[in-house]
Protein backbone atom coordinates (compact mmCIF):
# COMPACT_ATOMS: atom_id res chain seq x y z
CA UNK A 1 0.00 0.00 0.00
CA UNK A 2 2.82 2.87 1.58
CA UNK A 3 5.02 1.63 -1.66
CA UNK A 4 2.53 1.86 -4.52
CA UNK A 5 1.48 5.48 -3.20
CA UNK A 6 4.86 6.36 -2.90
CA UNK A 7 5.34 5.04 -6.28
CA UNK A 8 2.31 6.85 -7.88
CA UNK A 9 3.66 10.36 -6.03
CA UNK A 10 5.77 11.99 -8.83
CA UNK A 11 2.54 13.40 -10.61
CA UNK A 12 3.41 12.46 -14.31
CA UNK A 13 1.99 14.99 -16.84
CA UNK A 14 -1.07 13.53 -18.24
CA UNK A 15 -2.92 14.78 -20.73
CA UNK A 16 -6.09 16.52 -20.00
CA UNK A 17 -8.73 13.64 -19.74
CA UNK A 18 -11.39 12.71 -17.44
CA UNK A 19 -10.16 11.12 -14.17
CA UNK A 20 -12.15 7.96 -14.05
CA UNK A 21 -11.64 5.01 -12.03
CA UNK A 22 -8.92 6.38 -10.24
CA UNK A 23 -9.82 8.54 -7.15
CA UNK A 24 -13.55 7.95 -6.72
CA UNK A 25 -13.30 8.79 -2.86
CA UNK A 26 -12.43 12.62 -4.02
CA UNK A 27 -15.38 12.90 -6.45
CA UNK A 28 -18.17 10.72 -4.75
CA UNK A 29 -17.62 10.72 -1.30
CA UNK A 30 -21.53 9.40 -0.46
CA UNK A 31 -20.31 6.47 -2.37
CA UNK A 32 -19.17 4.51 0.36
CA UNK A 33 -22.18 5.05 2.27
CA UNK A 34 -24.87 3.91 -0.15
CA UNK A 35 -22.74 0.46 -0.50
CA UNK A 36 -22.50 0.44 3.39
CA UNK A 37 -26.25 1.52 3.81
CA UNK A 38 -28.61 -1.88 3.43
CA UNK A 39 -25.67 -4.16 4.56
CA UNK A 40 -24.97 -1.91 8.32
CA UNK A 41 -28.98 -1.27 8.46
CA UNK A 42 -29.86 -5.12 8.49
CA UNK A 43 -27.14 -5.31 11.06
CA UNK A 44 -28.74 -2.19 12.78
CA UNK A 45 -32.61 -3.60 12.77
CA UNK A 46 -31.85 -7.38 13.51
CA UNK A 47 -28.82 -7.51 15.78
CA UNK A 48 -28.67 -4.17 17.43
CA UNK A 49 -32.17 -3.07 17.87
CA UNK A 50 -32.64 -6.91 18.93
CA UNK A 51 -30.11 -6.38 21.78
CA UNK A 52 -31.93 -3.41 22.82
CA UNK A 53 -35.35 -5.10 22.95
CA UNK A 54 -33.68 -8.25 24.34
CA UNK A 55 -32.56 -6.13 27.72
CA UNK A 56 -36.08 -4.16 27.43
CA UNK A 57 -37.54 -7.89 27.91
CA UNK A 58 -35.69 -8.37 30.88
CA UNK A 59 -37.10 -5.41 32.54
CA UNK A 60 -40.87 -5.81 31.53
CA UNK A 61 -43.29 -7.53 33.86
CA UNK A 62 -46.59 -9.33 32.99
CA UNK A 63 -47.54 -12.36 31.84
CA UNK A 64 -47.67 -14.04 27.63
CA UNK A 65 -51.64 -13.86 28.32
CA UNK A 66 -52.32 -9.82 29.51
CA UNK A 67 -49.07 -8.82 28.42
CA UNK A 68 -46.11 -6.79 29.67
CA UNK A 69 -45.14 -3.59 30.67
CA UNK A 70 -41.68 -1.85 31.70
CA UNK A 71 -41.10 -0.96 35.27
CA UNK A 72 -37.72 -1.29 35.28
CA UNK A 73 -38.23 -4.83 37.60
CA UNK A 74 -34.44 -5.50 38.87
CA UNK A 75 -35.27 -8.20 40.86
CA UNK A 76 -36.02 -10.68 37.71
CA UNK A 77 -32.03 -10.89 37.36
CA UNK A 78 -31.76 -11.25 41.08
CA UNK A 79 -33.97 -13.99 40.62
CA UNK A 80 -32.65 -15.44 37.59
CA UNK A 81 -29.36 -15.39 38.94
CA UNK A 82 -29.63 -16.96 42.15
CA UNK A 83 -31.78 -19.60 40.84
CA UNK A 84 -29.29 -20.59 37.41
CA UNK A 85 -25.85 -19.51 38.60
CA UNK A 86 -24.80 -23.17 38.62
CA UNK A 87 -26.11 -23.44 34.93
CA UNK A 88 -24.30 -20.65 34.03
CA UNK A 89 -20.96 -21.46 35.71
CA UNK A 90 -20.99 -24.90 34.43
CA UNK A 91 -21.28 -23.60 30.74
CA UNK A 92 -18.38 -21.23 31.53
CA UNK A 93 -16.15 -24.31 32.97
CA UNK A 94 -17.63 -26.57 30.50
CA UNK A 95 -16.37 -23.79 27.59
CA UNK A 96 -13.27 -23.11 29.12
CA UNK A 97 -12.18 -26.55 29.42
CA UNK A 98 -13.50 -27.48 25.76
CA UNK A 99 -11.25 -24.19 24.43
CA UNK A 100 -7.95 -25.65 26.29
CA UNK A 101 -8.74 -29.18 24.88
CA UNK A 102 -8.73 -27.94 21.25
CA UNK A 103 -5.75 -25.52 21.66
CA UNK A 104 -4.24 -28.37 23.33
CA UNK A 105 -5.03 -30.27 20.45
CA UNK A 106 -5.40 -28.24 17.65
CA UNK A 107 -1.92 -26.64 18.16
CA UNK A 108 -0.02 -29.64 17.16
CA UNK A 109 -1.93 -30.33 14.40
CA UNK A 110 -2.20 -27.03 12.87
CA UNK A 111 1.91 -27.04 13.28
CA UNK A 112 2.09 -30.64 11.83
CA UNK A 113 -0.11 -29.43 8.77
CA UNK A 114 1.44 -26.16 8.18
CA UNK A 115 5.02 -27.16 8.73
CA UNK A 116 5.17 -31.08 8.18
CA UNK A 117 2.59 -32.03 6.02
CA UNK A 118 4.48 -31.12 2.45
CA UNK A 119 2.23 -31.40 -0.84
CA UNK A 120 -0.65 -32.86 1.63
CA UNK A 121 -1.45 -29.14 2.87
CA UNK A 122 -4.64 -28.50 0.85
CA UNK A 123 -6.21 -32.03 0.68
CA UNK A 124 -5.92 -32.22 5.26
CA UNK A 125 -6.80 -28.49 5.13
CA UNK A 126 -10.33 -29.52 3.26
CA UNK A 127 -10.46 -32.58 5.62
CA UNK A 128 -10.52 -30.15 8.45
CA UNK A 129 -13.40 -28.48 7.32
CA UNK A 130 -14.48 -31.24 5.77
CA UNK A 131 -17.10 -31.99 8.84
CA UNK A 132 -18.97 -28.80 8.42
CA UNK A 133 -19.95 -30.27 5.09
CA UNK A 134 -22.38 -32.12 7.17
CA UNK A 135 -25.32 -31.06 9.72
CA UNK A 136 -23.82 -30.66 13.09
CA UNK A 137 -26.52 -32.15 14.64
CA UNK A 138 -25.42 -35.58 13.44
CA UNK A 139 -22.16 -35.45 13.72
CA UNK A 140 -22.83 -34.97 17.58
CA UNK A 141 -25.28 -37.92 17.22
CA UNK A 142 -22.53 -40.09 15.59
CA UNK A 143 -21.00 -39.46 19.34
CA UNK A 144 -23.67 -41.61 20.82
CA UNK A 145 -23.01 -44.46 18.10
CA UNK A 146 -19.12 -43.67 19.14
CA UNK A 147 -19.69 -43.51 23.43
CA UNK A 148 -22.09 -45.44 24.26
CA UNK A 149 -21.86 -48.67 26.59
CA UNK A 150 -21.39 -51.33 23.67
CA UNK A 151 -20.30 -48.04 21.35
CA UNK A 152 -17.52 -48.24 18.37
CA UNK A 153 -14.66 -47.08 21.47
CA UNK A 154 -15.74 -49.94 23.79
CA UNK A 155 -15.98 -52.84 20.51
CA UNK A 156 -12.94 -51.43 19.16
CA UNK A 157 -10.83 -51.68 22.75
CA UNK A 158 -12.42 -54.93 23.39
CA UNK A 159 -11.45 -56.17 19.89
CA UNK A 160 -7.59 -55.19 19.85
CA UNK A 161 -7.40 -56.17 23.38
CA UNK A 162 -6.23 -52.85 24.58
CA UNK A 163 -9.74 -52.70 27.12
CA UNK A 164 -7.23 -51.75 30.00
CA UNK A 165 -6.44 -48.56 28.17
CA UNK A 166 -10.16 -47.59 28.12
CA UNK A 167 -10.47 -48.42 31.66
CA UNK A 168 -7.20 -46.66 32.86
CA UNK A 169 -8.87 -43.50 30.85
CA UNK A 170 -12.26 -43.99 32.75
CA UNK A 171 -10.85 -44.18 35.93
CA UNK A 172 -8.36 -41.03 35.33
CA UNK A 173 -11.76 -38.97 34.02
CA UNK A 174 -13.43 -40.59 36.85
CA UNK A 175 -10.68 -39.20 39.77
CA UNK A 176 -11.57 -35.67 37.88
CA UNK A 177 -15.51 -36.01 38.20
CA UNK A 178 -15.73 -35.82 34.40
CA UNK A 179 -17.80 -39.59 34.38
CA UNK A 180 -19.73 -40.67 37.78
CA UNK A 181 -19.84 -44.65 37.00
CA UNK A 182 -18.52 -46.38 33.93
CA UNK A 183 -20.58 -44.82 31.52
CA UNK A 184 -18.78 -42.27 28.96
CA UNK A 185 -21.79 -41.17 27.44
CA UNK A 186 -24.33 -38.99 29.00
CA UNK A 187 -21.56 -37.35 31.13
CA UNK A 188 -19.63 -34.15 31.34
CA UNK A 189 -17.39 -35.53 29.60
CA UNK A 190 -19.23 -36.67 26.53
CA UNK A 191 -20.56 -32.79 26.79
CA UNK A 192 -17.07 -31.51 26.74
CA UNK A 193 -16.14 -34.10 24.55
CA UNK A 194 -18.50 -32.63 21.99
CA UNK A 195 -18.12 -29.14 22.74
CA UNK A 196 -14.32 -29.97 21.79
CA UNK A 197 -15.31 -31.98 19.15
CA UNK A 198 -17.53 -29.67 17.50
CA UNK A 199 -15.29 -26.40 17.45
CA UNK A 200 -11.51 -28.03 16.97
CA UNK A 201 -11.54 -26.16 13.16
CA UNK A 202 -12.00 -23.23 15.07
CA UNK A 203 -8.93 -23.31 16.94
CA UNK A 204 -7.38 -24.69 13.99
CA UNK A 205 -7.85 -22.68 10.89
CA UNK A 206 -6.48 -19.07 12.86
CA UNK A 207 -3.77 -21.25 14.45
CA UNK A 208 -2.89 -22.67 11.03
CA UNK A 209 -3.02 -19.31 9.12
CA UNK A 210 -0.61 -17.68 12.02
CA UNK A 211 1.72 -20.63 12.31
CA UNK A 212 2.03 -20.70 8.62
CA UNK A 213 3.53 -17.43 7.98
CA UNK A 214 5.75 -18.33 11.27
CA UNK A 215 9.35 -18.21 9.96
CA UNK A 216 11.29 -21.77 10.75
CA UNK A 217 14.65 -20.28 10.81
CA UNK A 218 13.67 -18.71 14.33
CA UNK A 219 13.38 -21.66 16.12
CA UNK A 220 16.20 -23.31 14.15
CA UNK A 221 18.09 -20.01 16.15
CA UNK A 222 16.71 -21.09 18.84
CA UNK A 223 18.04 -24.72 18.73
CA UNK A 224 21.23 -23.03 17.44
CA UNK A 225 21.53 -21.34 20.91
CA UNK A 226 21.19 -24.55 22.78
CA UNK A 227 17.36 -24.22 23.62
CA UNK A 228 15.95 -27.29 24.16
CA UNK A 229 12.44 -27.58 22.35
CA UNK A 230 10.92 -26.90 25.63
CA UNK A 231 12.30 -23.51 25.51
CA UNK A 232 11.93 -23.10 21.86
CA UNK A 233 8.34 -23.58 21.89
CA UNK A 234 8.18 -21.20 25.12
CA UNK A 235 10.00 -18.62 24.30
CA UNK A 236 9.74 -18.29 20.39
CA UNK A 237 6.67 -20.42 18.76
CA UNK A 238 4.40 -19.92 21.81
CA UNK A 239 4.91 -15.60 21.98
CA UNK A 240 5.05 -15.75 18.38
CA UNK A 241 1.32 -17.67 17.59
CA UNK A 242 -0.40 -16.00 20.32
CA UNK A 243 -2.85 -13.39 18.05
CA UNK A 244 -3.56 -17.02 16.06
CA UNK A 245 -4.41 -18.58 19.71
CA UNK A 246 -6.29 -15.41 20.92
CA UNK A 247 -8.59 -15.35 17.58
CA UNK A 248 -9.05 -19.40 18.25
CA UNK A 249 -9.83 -18.75 21.87
CA UNK A 250 -12.21 -16.27 20.85
CA UNK A 251 -14.05 -18.25 18.41
CA UNK A 252 -14.40 -21.43 20.61
CA UNK A 253 -15.38 -20.22 23.68
CA UNK A 254 -17.82 -17.73 22.77
CA UNK A 255 -20.19 -20.06 20.79
CA UNK A 256 -19.28 -22.87 22.78
CA UNK A 257 -20.67 -20.47 26.58
CA UNK A 258 -23.96 -20.17 24.44
CA UNK A 259 -23.85 -23.74 22.84
CA UNK A 260 -26.86 -26.56 24.60
CA UNK A 261 -26.76 -28.78 21.57
CA UNK A 262 -23.80 -31.07 23.05
CA UNK A 263 -25.63 -31.18 26.54
CA UNK A 264 -28.82 -31.84 25.39
CA UNK A 265 -27.56 -34.62 22.84
CA UNK A 266 -24.62 -36.03 25.14
CA UNK A 267 -25.39 -34.93 28.45
CA UNK A 268 -27.71 -35.61 31.21
CA UNK A 269 -29.74 -33.65 33.51
CA UNK A 270 -26.48 -32.79 35.33
CA UNK A 271 -25.09 -31.19 32.75
CA UNK A 272 -27.73 -28.77 31.40
CA UNK A 273 -26.07 -25.50 30.34
CA UNK A 274 -27.17 -21.67 30.48
CA UNK A 275 -28.33 -22.07 26.69
CA UNK A 276 -30.57 -25.08 27.32
CA UNK A 277 -32.19 -23.03 30.15
CA UNK A 278 -32.98 -19.87 27.92
CA UNK A 279 -34.15 -22.10 25.39
CA UNK A 280 -36.72 -23.53 27.94
CA UNK A 281 -37.22 -20.50 29.77
CA UNK A 282 -38.76 -18.91 26.22
CA UNK A 283 -40.01 -21.75 24.46
CA UNK A 284 -41.60 -23.76 26.60
CA UNK A 285 -42.07 -22.36 29.88
CA UNK A 286 -42.99 -19.01 28.25
CA UNK A 287 -41.05 -16.48 31.03
CA UNK A 288 -40.18 -14.46 28.62
CA UNK A 289 -38.31 -11.45 31.49
CA UNK A 290 -36.68 -14.31 32.74
CA UNK A 291 -34.92 -15.79 29.83
CA UNK A 292 -33.90 -12.48 28.72
CA UNK A 293 -32.24 -11.42 31.80
CA UNK A 294 -30.29 -14.98 31.71
CA UNK A 295 -29.58 -14.25 27.84
CA UNK A 296 -28.30 -10.43 28.65
CA UNK A 297 -26.10 -11.86 31.45
CA UNK A 298 -24.55 -14.20 29.01
CA UNK A 299 -24.09 -11.37 26.79
CA UNK A 300 -22.61 -9.09 29.45
CA UNK A 301 -20.11 -11.83 30.57
CA UNK A 302 -19.28 -12.76 26.65
CA UNK A 303 -18.66 -8.66 26.43
CA UNK A 304 -16.82 -8.47 28.97
CA UNK A 305 -14.49 -11.48 28.17
CA UNK A 306 -13.87 -10.47 24.16
CA UNK A 307 -13.20 -6.82 25.61
CA UNK A 308 -10.23 -7.57 27.04
CA UNK A 309 -8.87 -10.15 24.21
CA UNK A 310 -9.72 -7.08 21.85
CA UNK A 311 -7.81 -4.64 23.49
CA UNK A 312 -5.04 -6.95 22.91
CA UNK A 313 -5.99 -7.75 19.35
CA UNK A 314 -7.34 -4.95 17.65
CA UNK A 315 -10.74 -5.08 15.87
CA UNK A 316 -9.26 -4.76 12.17
CA UNK A 317 -7.21 -7.64 12.95
CA UNK A 318 -9.50 -10.12 14.00
CA UNK A 319 -12.55 -8.74 11.01
CA UNK B 1 12.33 -43.54 20.66
CA UNK B 2 14.35 -40.86 18.42
CA UNK B 3 12.24 -41.43 15.42
CA UNK B 4 9.01 -40.98 18.13
CA UNK B 5 10.17 -37.75 19.40
CA UNK B 6 11.05 -36.68 15.07
CA UNK B 7 7.71 -37.88 14.35
CA UNK B 8 5.50 -36.65 17.26
CA UNK B 9 3.73 -34.13 15.90
CA UNK B 10 2.87 -36.31 13.01
CA UNK B 11 1.30 -38.73 14.87
CA UNK B 12 -0.76 -36.39 17.15
CA UNK B 13 -1.24 -34.35 14.34
CA UNK B 14 -3.26 -37.61 12.58
CA UNK B 15 -5.09 -38.80 15.63
CA UNK B 16 -6.36 -35.47 16.02
CA UNK B 17 -7.59 -35.67 12.51
CA UNK B 18 -8.82 -39.07 13.27
CA UNK B 19 -11.13 -37.63 16.07
CA UNK B 20 -12.20 -34.93 13.71
CA UNK B 21 -13.41 -37.15 10.46
CA UNK B 22 -14.42 -40.08 13.09
CA UNK B 23 -17.69 -39.01 13.39
CA UNK B 24 -18.16 -38.63 9.70
CA UNK B 25 -17.11 -42.32 9.11
CA UNK B 26 -19.83 -42.88 11.69
CA UNK B 27 -22.28 -41.51 9.50
CA UNK B 28 -21.76 -42.74 6.16
CA UNK B 29 -21.42 -46.01 7.78
CA UNK B 30 -24.45 -46.46 9.26
CA UNK B 31 -26.49 -45.04 6.21
CA UNK B 32 -26.19 -48.53 5.20
CA UNK B 33 -27.35 -49.52 8.68
CA UNK B 34 -31.01 -51.57 9.32
CA UNK B 35 -31.14 -50.35 12.83
CA UNK B 36 -32.99 -52.82 15.19
CA UNK B 37 -35.02 -50.32 17.53
CA UNK B 38 -36.05 -46.84 16.36
CA UNK B 39 -32.87 -45.36 16.93
CA UNK B 40 -29.87 -45.64 14.50
CA UNK B 41 -27.16 -46.06 17.36
CA UNK B 42 -26.32 -49.25 17.12
CA UNK B 43 -24.98 -51.38 14.23
CA UNK B 44 -27.47 -54.31 13.85
CA UNK B 45 -27.01 -55.59 9.96
CA UNK B 46 -25.97 -53.98 6.21
CA UNK B 47 -29.41 -52.68 4.10
CA UNK B 48 -29.46 -50.38 1.65
CA UNK B 49 -33.20 -49.66 1.91
CA UNK B 50 -32.58 -45.88 3.28
CA UNK B 51 -30.18 -45.30 0.01
CA UNK B 52 -33.43 -46.34 -1.90
CA UNK B 53 -36.32 -44.85 -0.24
CA UNK B 54 -34.79 -41.38 1.03
CA UNK B 55 -37.94 -39.53 1.15
CA UNK B 56 -39.67 -42.65 2.89
CA UNK B 57 -39.98 -41.18 6.41
CA UNK B 58 -42.49 -38.69 6.72
CA UNK B 59 -41.74 -34.70 6.63
CA UNK B 60 -38.15 -35.22 5.90
CA UNK B 61 -37.58 -34.19 2.65
CA UNK B 62 -40.59 -31.62 3.23
CA UNK B 63 -37.79 -29.67 5.89
CA UNK B 64 -34.64 -30.59 3.60
CA UNK B 65 -36.63 -28.99 1.02
CA UNK B 66 -37.53 -25.65 3.23
CA UNK B 67 -33.35 -25.74 4.42
CA UNK B 68 -32.50 -25.60 1.30
CA UNK B 69 -34.82 -22.77 0.18
CA UNK B 70 -33.99 -20.60 3.36
CA UNK B 71 -30.28 -21.94 2.69
CA UNK B 72 -30.47 -20.53 -0.76
CA UNK B 73 -32.06 -17.15 -0.33
CA UNK B 74 -30.64 -16.56 2.55
CA UNK B 75 -26.88 -17.09 1.18
CA UNK B 76 -27.40 -14.91 -1.99
CA UNK B 77 -29.15 -12.13 -0.03
CA UNK B 78 -26.35 -11.77 2.09
CA UNK B 79 -23.62 -12.36 -0.69
CA UNK B 80 -25.12 -9.24 -2.00
CA UNK B 81 -25.60 -6.61 0.66
CA UNK B 82 -22.04 -8.20 2.05
CA UNK B 83 -20.38 -7.75 -1.39
CA UNK B 84 -21.07 -3.97 -1.06
CA UNK B 85 -19.45 -3.95 2.23
CA UNK B 86 -16.95 -5.38 1.73
CA UNK B 87 -16.26 -3.01 -1.25
CA UNK B 88 -16.77 -0.44 0.96
CA UNK B 89 -13.96 -1.26 3.09
CA UNK B 90 -11.55 -2.35 0.75
CA UNK B 91 -11.68 0.75 -1.36
CA UNK B 92 -12.99 3.89 0.64
CA UNK B 93 -11.79 6.10 3.80
CA UNK B 94 -15.13 6.94 5.27
CA UNK B 95 -15.82 7.99 8.52
CA UNK B 96 -17.07 5.57 11.59
CA UNK B 97 -14.75 3.14 10.02
CA UNK B 98 -14.32 1.50 13.40
CA UNK B 99 -17.92 1.29 14.46
CA UNK B 100 -18.52 -0.50 10.72
CA UNK B 101 -15.74 -3.02 11.88
CA UNK B 102 -17.30 -3.33 15.61
CA UNK B 103 -20.63 -3.79 13.98
CA UNK B 104 -19.53 -6.58 11.77
CA UNK B 105 -17.31 -8.66 14.18
CA UNK B 106 -20.28 -8.56 17.12
CA UNK B 107 -22.76 -11.11 15.76
CA UNK B 108 -19.67 -13.41 15.13
CA UNK B 109 -18.96 -12.57 18.63
CA UNK B 110 -22.26 -13.17 20.15
CA UNK B 111 -23.35 -16.61 21.69
CA UNK B 112 -26.06 -17.64 19.02
CA UNK B 113 -28.57 -18.25 21.66
CA UNK B 114 -28.23 -14.73 23.16
CA UNK B 115 -28.90 -13.87 19.01
CA UNK B 116 -31.62 -16.02 18.58
CA UNK B 117 -33.50 -15.38 21.96
CA UNK B 118 -33.25 -11.33 21.09
CA UNK B 119 -34.41 -11.19 17.54
CA UNK B 120 -37.11 -13.56 19.13
CA UNK B 121 -38.35 -11.03 21.47
CA UNK B 122 -37.54 -8.25 18.84
CA UNK B 123 -40.37 -10.48 16.72
CA UNK B 124 -42.93 -10.44 20.14
CA UNK B 125 -42.49 -7.13 20.52
CA UNK B 126 -43.64 -5.90 17.22
CA UNK B 127 -46.38 -8.57 17.42
CA UNK B 128 -44.50 -10.49 14.08
CA UNK B 129 -45.36 -14.03 14.09
CA UNK B 130 -42.05 -16.16 13.62
CA UNK B 131 -42.00 -18.70 10.44
CA UNK B 132 -40.10 -18.95 6.76
CA UNK B 133 -39.65 -15.31 7.35
CA UNK B 134 -38.54 -14.17 10.30
CA UNK B 135 -35.92 -17.58 9.62
CA UNK B 136 -34.99 -15.91 6.90
CA UNK B 137 -34.21 -12.29 8.84
CA UNK B 138 -32.10 -14.15 11.01
CA UNK B 139 -29.91 -16.36 8.83
CA UNK B 140 -28.88 -13.15 6.39
CA UNK B 141 -28.42 -11.37 9.37
CA UNK B 142 -26.01 -13.69 10.97
CA UNK B 143 -24.58 -14.96 7.61
CA UNK B 144 -23.30 -10.97 6.72
CA UNK B 145 -20.58 -10.75 8.67
CA UNK B 146 -18.92 -14.13 7.43
CA UNK B 147 -19.35 -13.21 3.67
CA UNK B 148 -18.17 -9.41 4.59
CA UNK B 149 -14.88 -10.98 5.93
CA UNK B 150 -14.17 -13.43 3.11
CA UNK B 151 -14.98 -10.72 0.34
CA UNK B 152 -13.21 -8.27 2.25
CA UNK B 153 -9.69 -10.57 2.66
CA UNK B 154 -10.12 -10.94 -1.83
CA UNK B 155 -10.75 -7.28 -2.40
CA UNK B 156 -8.07 -6.54 0.12
CA UNK B 157 -5.76 -8.49 -1.66
CA UNK B 158 -6.18 -6.94 -5.24
CA UNK B 159 -3.40 -5.52 -6.95
CA UNK B 160 -4.61 -2.16 -7.63
CA UNK B 161 -2.36 -1.65 -10.66
CA UNK B 162 -4.07 -4.12 -12.45
CA UNK B 163 -7.38 -1.45 -12.03
CA UNK B 164 -5.26 1.18 -13.21
CA UNK B 165 -3.67 -0.70 -15.60
CA UNK B 166 -7.55 -1.71 -17.62
CA UNK B 167 -8.21 2.32 -16.80
CA UNK B 168 -4.57 3.13 -19.03
CA UNK B 169 -6.11 0.88 -21.32
CA UNK B 170 -8.98 3.59 -21.71
CA UNK B 171 -11.60 1.18 -20.34
CA UNK B 172 -14.49 3.28 -18.27
CA UNK B 173 -15.29 2.36 -14.41
CA UNK B 174 -18.20 0.23 -15.83
CA UNK B 175 -15.70 -1.71 -18.05
CA UNK B 176 -12.98 -1.62 -15.19
CA UNK B 177 -15.39 -3.35 -12.56
CA UNK B 178 -16.71 -6.10 -15.11
CA UNK B 179 -13.58 -6.95 -17.01
CA UNK B 180 -11.29 -6.62 -13.97
CA UNK B 181 -12.02 -6.02 -10.69
CA UNK B 182 -15.27 -8.05 -10.40
CA UNK B 183 -13.99 -11.43 -12.21
CA UNK B 184 -10.76 -11.08 -9.40
CA UNK B 185 -13.21 -11.13 -6.83
CA UNK B 186 -15.50 -13.54 -7.81
CA UNK B 187 -13.77 -16.61 -5.89
CA UNK B 188 -14.06 -15.14 -2.74
CA UNK B 189 -17.70 -14.05 -3.37
CA UNK B 190 -17.95 -17.59 -4.16
CA UNK B 191 -16.71 -18.64 -1.13
CA UNK B 192 -17.96 -15.93 1.12
CA UNK B 193 -21.75 -17.21 -0.84
CA UNK B 194 -20.96 -21.19 0.29
CA UNK B 195 -20.31 -20.43 3.73
CA UNK B 196 -23.15 -18.48 3.91
CA UNK B 197 -25.11 -21.53 2.73
CA UNK B 198 -23.52 -23.99 4.81
CA UNK B 199 -23.90 -21.68 7.99
CA UNK B 200 -27.82 -21.03 7.28
CA UNK B 201 -28.36 -25.04 6.13
CA UNK B 202 -26.73 -25.69 9.61
CA UNK B 203 -28.27 -23.39 11.97
CA UNK B 204 -30.17 -25.05 14.59
CA UNK B 205 -29.96 -22.80 17.94
CA UNK B 206 -31.02 -19.28 16.40
CA UNK B 207 -33.81 -20.75 13.71
CA UNK B 208 -35.28 -22.91 16.31
CA UNK B 209 -36.00 -19.50 18.37
CA UNK B 210 -37.77 -17.90 15.15
CA UNK B 211 -39.59 -20.89 13.74
CA UNK B 212 -42.89 -21.74 13.92
CA UNK B 213 -44.23 -25.43 14.40
CA UNK B 214 -45.05 -25.41 10.56
CA UNK B 215 -41.49 -24.49 9.15
CA UNK B 216 -39.28 -26.84 10.51
CA UNK B 217 -36.09 -26.97 8.69
CA UNK B 218 -33.85 -29.89 8.52
CA UNK B 219 -31.39 -29.39 11.57
CA UNK B 220 -34.77 -28.74 13.57
CA UNK B 221 -36.40 -31.90 11.97
CA UNK B 222 -32.84 -34.07 13.22
CA UNK B 223 -33.24 -32.37 16.90
CA UNK B 224 -36.92 -33.62 17.05
CA UNK B 225 -35.99 -36.94 15.46
CA UNK B 226 -33.22 -37.13 18.33
CA UNK B 227 -35.71 -37.42 20.62
CA UNK B 228 -38.37 -39.44 18.71
CA UNK B 229 -36.19 -41.72 16.95
CA UNK B 230 -33.79 -41.45 14.84
CA UNK B 231 -34.33 -42.82 10.65
CA UNK B 232 -31.30 -43.75 8.97
CA UNK B 233 -32.72 -41.40 6.02
CA UNK B 234 -30.93 -38.61 8.04
CA UNK B 235 -27.15 -40.41 7.98
CA UNK B 236 -27.61 -41.13 4.08
CA UNK B 237 -28.78 -36.46 3.75
CA UNK B 238 -25.76 -36.71 5.62
CA UNK B 239 -23.69 -38.54 3.49
CA UNK B 240 -24.94 -36.68 0.62
CA UNK B 241 -23.88 -33.67 1.89
CA UNK B 242 -20.53 -34.45 2.87
CA UNK B 243 -19.60 -35.79 -0.81
CA UNK B 244 -21.54 -33.21 -2.84
CA UNK B 245 -19.43 -30.65 -0.68
CA UNK B 246 -16.46 -32.59 -0.77
CA UNK B 247 -17.15 -32.52 -4.82
CA UNK B 248 -17.74 -29.21 -5.21
CA UNK B 249 -14.40 -28.20 -2.93
CA UNK B 250 -12.27 -30.77 -5.56
CA UNK B 251 -13.74 -29.23 -8.25
CA UNK B 252 -12.93 -25.57 -7.00
CA UNK B 253 -9.52 -26.81 -6.34
CA UNK B 254 -8.80 -28.17 -10.01
CA UNK B 255 -10.22 -24.86 -11.57
CA UNK B 256 -8.28 -23.00 -9.03
CA UNK B 257 -5.00 -24.74 -10.12
CA UNK B 258 -5.78 -24.68 -14.18
CA UNK B 259 -6.64 -21.03 -13.87
CA UNK B 260 -3.42 -20.03 -11.95
CA UNK B 261 -1.46 -22.23 -14.31
CA UNK B 262 -2.31 -20.11 -17.05
CA UNK B 263 -1.98 -17.34 -15.68
CA UNK B 264 1.90 -18.48 -15.03
Redesign the interface.
Known amino acids: MAV ?1 TLAGAPPAPQPPQPE ?3 R ?2 RRG ?1 Y ?3 L ?2 L ?3 L ?3 V ?6 L ?2 A ?2 SLQTGDVDNGYALTFNFATYADALSTYWPQLLRSLIYAATATVATLA ?2 F ?2 A ?3 AH ?2 GRYK ?1 F ?1 L ?3 I ?17 L ?1 D ?3 LAQFTAFTHTDFLLSGFKSLLRTFGLISNDQLLFSPFAVICGLT ?1 NF ?2 FMVLPLYANLERLDQRLVEAAGDLYASPVQAFRRVIWPLSLPGVVAGT ?2 TF ?2 A ?5 NSV ?1 LGSTQTTM ?2 QV ?2 AQ ?2 RVLD ?1 PT ?2 AL ?2 I ?2 LL ?1 VAF ?1 VTYVRRAG ?2 E ?2 | MAWLRRHL ?2 I ?3 L ?2 L ?6 F ?2 IA ?1 SFNNPAGRFN ?2 WNQFSFDAWTNVCGVPGMCDSLGLSLQIGIIASLTAAV ?2 T ?2 A ?2 LG ?4 RAR ?1 G ?16 G ?6 F ?2 MGIPTGRTTIL ?2 H ?2 FC ?2 FV ?2 TV ?1 ARVASLD ?2 L ?2 A ?2 DLY ?3 VQ ?1 FLKVTFPLVAPGIAAGTLLAF ?1 LS ?2 D ?2 IT ?2 NASPSSVT ?2 MY ?2 GA ?1 QRG ?1 PVQ ?2 V ?3 I ?2 L ?3 AI ?2 IG ?1 VLNSRRSRQIV
Open positions: SEGKPRAVPYLLPGMWLVFFLVPMSLSQLGPLWFIRSNLVLVAPFFTSFLIRTLAWQTIGTGLYLPLLIPTGDYILIGIDFLYAASFLLIVTELV | VIVGLVMYILAPNVVFYQLGMVFARYRFATNLLIFLPMATPEVVMSSLLTLIAIAIMLSIVKPREQASANETSFDFINFFPVWATINIGTMFGALVVQ
